[in-house]
């Protein structure tokens, strides 16, 4: 009895030790690619650094972490190494992420994109979708050739949601306008997706647009003469001529705020979906190619996401079959956009099952 | 004078043991020169690589759990690299296993009973000698590369893999992501150590290390699979069929290969994805080789590349080096230790002759 009350006065007093020493706020990053892929990764990387510089705190990062056995381990040490805030950055992690903050109660959790939750687990993703409203815009009314090809990675909700926005818009300018699909079920693979670059230029199309992390395709289209569109990244330095614009994520700002809620000790489990309005969508400068009046449909596009005026998927939006799914005057809602697994009408070819 | 190599009349016995030692200290010289270049202090760098994940119980543990797959396959490899069978597939055929495992795993769903997990084992073992089995065959029956086959069919299987997670094993309340549900607590693996993910297939791989010894130094078998790659012609002379060691390795081979992936789905996993191994098919090639084709010697060169994976996100999370120079560092090491083997049965002499070659 007495050695049991004088082990959990050590536990006790170890977890206090713990507890003050940890006054020093340390902020993990759990990375899918390399930070070299200068889109996804790379674009947390430097939410990373703006954590460092503007709020002073210690982080580190482990990168090219396997979606798999190895993620729980990586997401393990981070938590045990006195880490109290930790990101872990792709789908892939979202469970490896639950079971361990289930045995670290005090060490908060933030995975993007996934939709599970716990008291020490919140959620972020940005609304890429909003983005692609404005460069199908441009796409539908800079294509020549009517066909625009789209490199995807994996059928999950985001790419089908992605697909569909870029489609919707596209067509709402330019009825003619065609899109290829191609997907090569990677995020990272700078070899498969400049070969799909290459593909879809020789099958006409004149404009490329992926949804990918790497710019290989970007350099396949300017060595090629076509246009494409930057992800994730702003990605001019791999393609001058080529890039009209590029969907910037931006999660310096998210990461700075929720890195000072947990120095408050005011961070709560919440599930953040930002897009435009919140600076977590920005959009690069438009490329010299864009005329000035695409550049003002783009931007009467934006805007009018910006004010509330205008939503990707308002209706009417009929499906492949072509009937009607959202009726005129209604938006899909957030709850039907997370899990869409359907294509609207004009896209071409199934989702692979 | 220029340095050549000249064979040994024979193995030399004192470089058997030696050559780790020197491979040992060359790749700690050369750690530290890459840490020393990297701005990080080399101590650290190498307590990082080598110390820190074997400072705590969960990291031991984690060891174990990294090197279960590599010293499964490593071992089943070595049978086959022996006899002269190339399987390089042994990728596909974990991948297999986990999948017709997993597949299992979710049949038998919110479900009890002891059965299930012997099932589940049984179905990767099962399923992946049945996929080695059309390499053994076209090699058989066709004289097909097993190199080709095997390698293509790894391909296939992590495609097939992706086809069920994104269709029938997809977990109905997964908002159309590409995963499973995740398995019920009775088809996970016991754990072996409590607060840890050391579960029993770490005991499977040891049991398997020591029946390939057992079946190697002991039985015909072993004698004919050591027979077949060293002198093939004189095996088939004495009357053992080569059709018959390709299949019993291939076999062997996509049978364990099978079992580690079934092992990694009901273990730490714990639900389909659509990758489930970083590569630990094509690693184990390395390790078969680093532990020269012997059961044990597997063993030792999967923990110890396991232990290099583990003080790889030590380094990166300790000492905020990239990715990059954690993997120059795991590759120096094992080009250190392949390289010294040659001194095994190659000695270097310093000749006259390159001399002369040279000058005229």
């Given at each position: 009895?007495?050695?049991?009350?004088?082990?959990?006065?050590?536990?006790?007093?170890?977890?206090?030790?713990?507890?003050?020493?940890?006054?020093?706020?340390?902020?993990?990053?759990?990375?899918?690619?390399?930070?070299?892929?200068?889109?996804?990764?790379?674009?947390?990387?430097?939410?990373?650094?703006?954590?460092?510089?503007?709020?002073?705190?210690?982080?580190?990062?482990?990168?090219?972490?396997?979606?798999?056995?190895?993620?729980?381990?990586?997401?393990?040490?981070?938590?045990?190494?006195?880490?109290?805030?930790?990101?872990?950055?792709?789908?892939?992690?979202?469970?490896?992420?639950?079971?361990?903050?289930?045995?670290?109660?005090?060490?908060?959790?933030?995975?993007?994109?996934?939709?599970?939750?716990?008291?020490?687990?919140?959620?972020?993703?940005?609304?890429?979708?909003?983005?692609?409203?404005?460069?199908?815009?441009?796409?539908?009314?800079?294509?020549?050739?009517?066909?625009?090809?789209?490199?995807?990675?994996?059928?999950?909700?985001?790419?089908?949601?992605?697909?569909?926005?870029?489609?919707?818009?596209?067509?709402?300018?330019?009825?003619?306008?065609?899109?290829?699909?191609?997907?090569?079920?990677?995020?990272?693979?700078?070899?498969?997706?400049?070969?799909a670059a290459k593909a879809l230029i020789d099958q006409g199309c004149d404009i490329l647009t992926q949804h990918t992390d790497s710019p290989a395709p970007l350099q396949v289209a300017e060595s090629?003469?076509?246009?494409?569109?930057?992800?994730?990244?702003?990605?001019?330095?791999?393609?001058?001529?080529?890039?009209?614009?590029?969907?910037?994520?931006?999660?310096?700002?998210?990461?700075?705020?929720?890195?000072?809620?947990?120095?408050?000790?005011?961070?709560?489990?919440?599930?953040?979906?930002?897009?435009?309005?919140?600076?977590?969508?920005?959009?690069a400068p438009y490329g010299d190619a864009v005329p000035a009046d695409v550049r003002a449909m783009a931007d009467a596009v934006k805007n009018g996401i910006l004010d509330g005026s205008f939503h990707p998927f308002?209706?009417?939006?009929?499906?492949?079959?072509?009937?009607?799914?959202?009726?005129?005057?209604?938006?899909?809602?957030?709850?039907?956009?997370?899990?869409?697994?359907?294509?609207?009408?004009?896209?071409?070819?199934?989702?692979?099952? | 004078?220029?340095?050549?190599?000249?064979?040994?009349?024979?193995?030399?016995?004192?470089?058997?043991?030696?050559?780790?030692?020197?491979?040992?200290?060359?790749?700690?010289?050369?750690?530290?020169?890459?840490?020393?270049?990297?701005?990080?202090?080399?101590?650290?760098?190498?307590?990082?690589?080598?110390?820190?994940?074997?400072?705590?119980?969960?990291?031991?543990?984690?060891?174990?759990?990294?090197?279960?797959?590599?010293?499964?396959?490593?071992?089943?490899?070595?049978?086959?690299?022996?006899?002269?069978?190339?399987?390089?597939?042994?990728?596909?055929?974990?991948?297999?296993?986990?999948?017709?495992?997993?597949?299992?795993?979710?049949?038998?769903?919110?479900?009890?009973?002891?059965?299930?997990?012997?099932?589940?084992?049984?179905?990767?073992?099962?399923?992946?000698?049945?996929?080695?089995?059309?390499?053994?065959?076209?090699?058989?029956?066709?004289?097909?590369?097993?190199?080709?086959?095997?390698?293509?069919?790894?391909?296939?299987?992590?495609?097939?893999?992706?086809?069920?997670?994104?269709?029938?094993?997809?977990?109905?309340?997964?908002?159309?992501?590409?995963?499973?549900?995740?398995?019920?607590?009775?088809?996970?693996?016991?754990?072996?150590?409590?607060?840890?993910?050391?579960?029993?297939?770490?005991?499977?791989?040891?049991?398997?290390?020591?029946?390939?010894?057992?079946?190697?130094?002991?039985?015909?078998?072993?004698?004919?699979?050591?027979?077949?790659?060293?002198?093939?012609?004189?095996?088939?002379?004495?009357?053992?069929?080569?059709?018959?060691?390709?299949?019993?390795?291939?076999?062997?081979?996509?049978?364990?290969?099978?079992?580690?992936?079934?092992?990694?789905?009901?273990?730490?996993?714990?639900?389909?994805?659509?990758?489930?191994?970083?590569?630990?098919?094509?690693?184990?090639?390395?390790?078969?080789?680093?532990?020269?084709?012997?059961?044990?010697?597997?063993?030792?060169?999967?923990?110890?590349?396991?232990?290099?994976?583990?003080?790889?996100?030590?380094?990166?999370?300790?000492?905020?080096?990239?990715?990059?120079?954690?993997?120059?560092?795991?590759?120096?090491?094992?080009?250190?230790?392949?390289?010294?083997?040659?001194?095994?049965?190659?000695?270097?002499?310093?000749?006259?002759?390159?001399?002369?070659?040279?000058?005229?």
């Amino acid at each position: 009895m007495f050695k049991k009350t004088l082990i959990s006065l050590i536990l006790a007093a170890g977890l206090a030790f713990g507890a003050s020493a940890s006054a020093e706020t340390k902020v993990g990053f759990v990375y899918v690619g390399p930070i070299g892929d200068h889109g996804w990764s790379y674009q947390h990387d430097q939410g990373r650094l703006a954590v460092e510089k503007e709020l002073g705190v210690k982080t580190s990062y482990v990168e090219n972490v396997p979606e798999g056995a190895d993620a729980e381990r990586v997401i393990r040490q981070l938590a045990s190494s006195g880490h109290n805030l930790i990101f872990t950055t792709s789908f892939g992690f979202m469970n490896p992420t639950v079971k361990v903050a289930k045995q670290f109660p005090n060490v908060k959790f933030e995975h993007a994109t996934g939709y599970k939750r716990a008291d020490n687990v919140a959620t972020y993703a940005a609304r890429f979708y909003e983005g692609r409203a404005i460069i199908g815009t441009i796409a539908g009314k800079m294509t020549k050739t009517n066909v625009v090809g789209y490199i995807a990675s994996f059928p999950i909700p985001e790419v089908i949601r992605g697909i569909n926005s870029f489609t919707l818009a596209m067509k709402k300018v330019n009825p003619e306008a065609k899109i290829k699909v191609v997907w090569v079920n990677t995020w990272f693979d700078p070899g498969k997706e400049s070969d799909a670059a290459k593909a879809l230029i020789d099958q006409g199309c004149d404009i490329l647009t992926q949804h990918t992390d790497s710019p290989a395709p970007l350099q396949v289209a300017e060595s090629r003469g076509v246009y494409a569109f930057g992800q994730a990244s702003d990605m001019k330095a791999f393609a001058p001529n080529a890039q009209l614009t590029s969907i910037v994520d931006n999660w310096n700002d998210y990461y700075v705020a929720q890195t000072k809620a947990v120095m408050d000790g005011t961070w709560k489990s919440m599930d953040t979906w930002g897009g435009l309005k919140d600076k977590m969508v920005e959009m690069a400068p438009y490329g010299d190619a864009v005329p000035a009046d695409v550049r003002a449909m783009a931007d009467a596009v934006k805007n009018g996401i910006l004010d509330g005026s205008f939503h990707p998927f308002q209706g009417p939006i009929k499906n492949q079959q072509g009937e009607l799914v959202v009726k005129e005057g209604e938006v899909l809602s957030d709850k039907e956009l997370v899990g869409m697994n359907w294509y609207v009408e004009g896209v071409e070819g199934s989702i692979p099952k | 004078m220029l340095p050549s190599l000249v064979k040994r009349q024979q193995p030399s016995t004192l470089m058997v043991y030696l050559s780790p030692v020197i491979a040992l200290i060359l790749s700690m010289v050369a750690g530290v020169i890459l840490f020393l270049i990297m701005k990080v202090s080399p101590f650290g760098g190498l307590h990082a690589f080598f110390i820190e994940p074997l400072s705590t119980k969960y990291g031991i543990a984690e060891l174990g759990v990294k090197a279960t797959p590599l010293v499964l396959i490593g071992v089943a490899l070595s049978l086959g690299f022996k006899a002269g069978v190339w399987n390089i597939g042994a990728e596909g055929q974990l991948t297999i296993g986990g999948l017709c495992g997993g597949a299992m795993a979710l049949y038998f769903y919110e479900q009890q009973g002891f059965h299930i997990i012997p099932l589940i084992l049984a179905t990767g073992i099962v399923s992946g000698m049945a996929y080695a089995s059309i390499v053994a065959f076209l090699r058989v029956k066709f004289n097909a590369n097993e190199i080709l086959t095997s390698l293509m069919l790894s391909y296939v299987a992590v495609l097939f893999l992706n086809l069920m997670v994104h269709g029938p094993l997809k977990d109905p309340d997964g908002f159309n992501f590409p995963e499973s549900r995740m398995f019920s607590d009775s088809a996970l693996l016991p754990i072996l150590l409590e607060g840890t993910r050391l579960h029993i297939g770490a005991l499977l791989a040891l049991t398997v290390v020591a029946i390939g010894w057992i079946v190697m130094s002991k039985t015909l078998l072993g004698y004919q699979i050591k027979a077949a790659g060293s002198a093939p012609a004189a095996s088939e002379h004495a009357g053992f069929r080569r059709s018959k060691v390709i299949w019993i390795t291939l076999l062997i081979g996509g049978g364990i290969a099978g079992l580690a992936g079934a092992i990694e789905v009901s273990g730490p996993i714990g639900q389909l994805q659509p990758s489930i191994s970083p590569g630990y098919g094509f690693t184990a090639i390395i390790v078969a080789y680093v532990g020269r084709l012997h059961p044990v010697g597997a063993m030792l060169a999967g923990i110890l590349l396991a232990l290099t994976y583990l003080g790889g996100e030590t380094a990166q999370i300790q000492l905020n080096l990239p990715v990059a120079v954690t993997g120059v560092f795991q590759a120096l090491l094992l080009f250190f230790l392949l390289a010294c083997d040659v001194l095994i049965h190659y000695r270097i002499q310093f000749t006259e002759q390159a001399v002369r070659v040279e000058n005229t």
